[in-house]
């Protein structure tokens, strides 16, 4: 399995880190989504290597931004 | 219509906001739920005067607490 680690901004409570983790998990071949609420961490385990732009796109679709 | 306010803590985002305002709305009675995510407030429009504890019982089920 793949992983990819990305800090997502904006979340501000548990509401926040579903959104962002079923909006992650719906990408084709993501098979598990661990969100940090702290951190603002969200770790992406996957079948196969992720297009960083999916994974920024599926964020901004839960309406927050990756960070940097 | 009766009008009642409540501050609520706890509330960080819109998804917060949104539960607060399901719940609320669910109460038998209640017309207009609306939610200053700012300040806390939340204003209760209904057709008669409403059990402080209906609220209260309605905000802690949202997963919030009713200061005071």
New interface residues.
Partial sequence: MNTQTVTVTGM??G??AT?VREEVGGIPGVRTVDVDLSTGLVTIGSENQLDPSAISDAVAEAGYAVAG
Same sequence: chains 1, 2.
Wanted: hydrophobic share 0%; net charge neutral.
């Fill in positions: 501000t409570c509401h926040c959104s």
